[in-house]
């Protein structure tokens, strides 16, 4: 019952103590799509519960690390893809999906999607099966995607597939994210089952690398394996041995062995036997004690010693071996050597792991044998190991520097992980490269020169690479200590800078980072602009506009006189972002002059960087086809010049212009995918945290939405770009006056306006300014009020900033509608509709249009008179395609106001979207309860947002209960994360 490599002998003849979980494996083998993840520490058994499992469905063997492929009944596993991933990788990304999707031969369908050329580099074996191979791509992330999509489309045109990852804790950050690709939107055919050890996991509790989000539609099981109590010690014992086991042995084995199973079986496979089998006092008199060590030297002491040597040559090279390494290392060439390893199979020790590959059962084993040896006897083992390695044809370069470390050898350590880190970066292996750099400058005896060296690849692999924190941390040491010359340190701390300001988003200690560097960097002077050029960015810190325009101009003297064609151009793409965010009109045209002349291929990336940015500042501005425009070429760029990072900032601006857009449909779901695949606080992130925020303020979701706000930027206003805080504060100060916490409003809105007045760019406060307007004056603040709504106009007064130009009459509206003046009030709200229609951001459009019609009700008939406050017949048609439009967009709380508005004069509303007769369905008016309950919200909370009475939620709010089968309000959300509603990724994700 023990964990290894499929295709490893079996432990026990039965399977003991899993029944349950042999069932739920079972069912969710037969229930494609799904989903299955096995945790458990080394030895519990989660490859012998796989095992078991695939012998159920169907009669046959156990899959052999491959594929067994062929017709398959209704509820069969159709094709058995089963490996696992090594505990030493060499820089070959997605090795163990690729070691067993070549055993395909001879099960490949013909008529191949055309995307599956793409693997022919990888699975040369079935190459005259698979389409032509497409033309290469130079962006590495594209390039990605589209061998993750060839890997995903071959899986679904096998059709019924199941997919069995083992030992996930090992896998290379490529496959894990290949894992998750395939995980989170499967093939209909695709069952995948994946098993790891939490101790052992990169991220503590996360074996894909982030949370795993249930997708609708696909079964999933997360199954926990913990080991045996007393009775199943009692029966994996006698299943063992053959005979019964009395109560007092099993005792005795749970104590010494704690349940876990491999344990187990060693120590029992090891116990004394006499005609009445094992029993107490054998187990007391025995030399095996019940720990792993113990019971393998026991089992290795009836070897002889050529048969010791392979077995401890196999535990130093760790990994499983040929039978020629396994002879070179442990000292037994030729027949002497087969003859040794035979043994130690025949005897159980190690075991034949399919493809001429030897090792033991478990890694326990292994490091159980190792640990036993002498450090003598292993430091020369990892020197023979050293020698027959580096002797091979193409020498593995991950594994010739373990050697070397564990073999002391230090200069060899250092030559064999610089050469392993050089050929994974080569490979496109990021991660691979960045963790060899990292260990190595870990290193304190490391020469001060080499150090220097080391850290200044590792700072520009860093900046490109997926993780951040340890990279972070050595640079951070690296730079504050040590003799570095002036040139190196101020390179080192330049990438660090740029990593804390992109990846880490602590742009507060990048940006101090920078400004030390260009001090450093007198000597290279090329260097000394682009850190310049990065601090003239005016969405990071405090400093005002003239400081930027400053460091700008000093970045172009500097660019002239050193740098070359691309630097020049870098800095110019800079200095068009600080020019388009103060509103120049000039920047479209020099850029698109930019973006036609013919460019080298230095210059491309520079364009792309430039067309990143610029996408960013429209798209906060307002200019939405000019960010439109500038998205669109800077993916095209950045998949040329492969600058993943670059392609993922155009993502988060994308997401900010679907918002305003009002393309809501399938937004959270995408903004969730970017959340989940940026690692810690990011720009992208914030970008993705934002939008959720203001999906969840438009459907009254106001905790949720607060969360994610808070996140985005508010949590840590220093380190947040100004623009996303200037648009999430006024989101937070909406949700604080919908909640009826005025001076927290007034709180919140002054801190985030006191940023926007000390860099003088009120463009971005376009979001910000009529919020913090209606908090000031529900405080009776108006003389403010006023005051701020003149500063406001004056700083987009003249400019190209017509998301700035929109908000103005918003503001004249607030005041004036203020002042008693509603008729004035009504045409400023009417003015501001047609400016957001043609921008266009249909929400706040429509938003003005019902904030006119309010005024126009409010100025209708002297009050008391007839007729008074009921809107004329234009403003109830208006309201009723308001309804509609808010309907569409799921903005709850605004459709829901406007409902309570024609409810109030006695006008029919429109019903809500949906069919009638829903049996046991939720309406919709259900479907927006429950998203609410699931929010945590209560029902005074829910009757304030969907302007109900609290007896019409509570009635609504019954039903849900009944109709989702759950006890109380708690239940819903998981109910609701098991069955969405319509149209709707899973409460909580939005």
Known sequence: MADGAPGGRDGSPVLVGRAEELHRL???????????????????????????????????????????????????????????????????????????????????PLGLNP?????????????????????????????????????????????????????????????????????????????TVLSHRREELPRAGMPLGRAYRHPPGVASVVMPLRPLDAEGVRSLTAALTGRPVGPALAARLLDRTAGIPFVLEETVRALPRDGDGPGPVGLDTMAVPTLLQEAMADRMASLSPSAVDVVHAAAVLRVAADDDLLALVSGHPGEAGLDALSEALHAGVLYDHGDDRYGFRHGLAQQAVHDQLLRLDRRRLHRRAIDAL?????????????????????????????????AARALGDTALAVELLERLLDDASLPDADRGRLAVRLSRLAMIGLTHRRSSRLLRRIVDAGDLPDAVRGEIRLNLGLLLNNQAGNHEQGRADTAVAVEELHERPDLAARALASLAMPTWGTDPQPVHQEWIRRAERLARAHGSGALRLAVRGNHLALRLSAGDPAVRAEAEALLTRPAEPAERLELARMCANLADQAAWLGLQEDAARYADEGRRLAAANRAPFLAGIIEGTALRLE???????????????????????????????????????????????????????????????????????????????????????????????????????????????????????RAGRTADATALADEFAAGVDGRALPLGLAAVPVCNGLLARAAGRDTDAAEW??????????????????????????????????????????????????????????????AVHDAARCRRTLRAVGVPTPSRRGRRGYSGLLSPREQEVARLVATGATNREIAETLFLSPRTVEQHVAKVLRKLDVAGRGGVAAALAVVPLPDEVPAGHA
């Not at 593995?396 to 880190?421: F, I, M, T």
């Not at 959340?675 to 203001?694: F, K, M």
């Not at 007034?746 to 971005?764: D, F, G, H």
């Not at 126009?856 to 009050?863: D, T």
């Open 115 to 191: 995307v599956c050329g793409a693997l022919r580099p990888y699975l040369p074996e079935l190459a005259h099966r698979l389409p032509p191979a497409p033309e290469p791509l130079a962006d590495q992330a594209a390039h990605t995607h589209r061998v993750f999509r060839a890997v995903r489309e071959l899986l679904g045109a096998l059709g019924r597939v199941t997919l069995v990852v083992e030992d996930l804790h090992w896998a290379d950050d490529g496959t894990r994210d290949l894992v998750r690709f395939l995980v989170d939107a499967p093939p209909p055919g695709l069952v």
């Open 829 to 890: 709200f009417t003015l501001a509709e047609a400016r957001y229609a043609r921008l266009p951001k249909p929400y706040p459009a429509a938003r003005c249009a019902e904030a006119a019609v309010r005024s126009r009700r409010a100025a209708a008939p002297e009050p008391g008179g007839p007729g008074a406050g009921v809107p004329a017949a234009d403003d109830l048609d208006r309201l009723r395609s308001l309804i509609e439009e808010f309907d569409a967009l799921g």
């Open 659 to 777: 918002w305003s857009h009002g393309r809501w449909p399938g937004l959270a779901e995408r903004a969730w995918h970017t959340v989940d695949i940026a690692e810690g606080p990011s720009d992208i992130r914030s970008d993705a945290g934002l939008v959720l925020g203001l999906l969840g303020a438009a459907r009254g979701e106001w905790q949720e939405a607060a969360d994610h706000l808070e996140a985005a930027a508010l949590a840590d206003p220093d380190n947040a770009p100004t623009p996303l805080l200037a648009a999430a504060s006024g989101a937070m100060v909406r949700i604080l006056l919908a909640r009826g916490d005025v001076p927290a409003a007034c709180a919140e809105a002054e801190r985030t306006v006191a940023r926007i007045r000390r860099k003088a760019l009120w463009a971005w406060a376009a979001d910000l300014v009529p919020a913090a307007l209606t908090a000031l004056i």
């Open 390 to 422: 580096a002797a091979q044809e193409k020498p593995p370069l991950v594994q010739l520097s373990y050697h070397a470390q564990q073999a002391g050898d230090l200069p060899a350590w250092r030559e064999y992980g610089e050469a392993a880190a050089e």
């Open 26 to 108: 079972t069912e969710a083998l037969r229930s494609a799509p799904a989903v299955v993840l096995i945790e458990g520490e080394a030895g519990i058994g989660k490859t012998r519960l796989i095992r078991e499992a695939l012998r159920r469905p169907r009669d046959g063997a156990v899959p052999q690390r491959g594929a067994r492929a062929g017709g398959s009944p209704p509820g069969g596993l159709g094709v058995v893809l089963a490996g696992a991933c090594p505990p030493l990788r060499e820089p070959f990304p997605y090795g163990p999906f690729f070691d067993v999707l070549r055993t395909l031969e001879g099960a490949l």
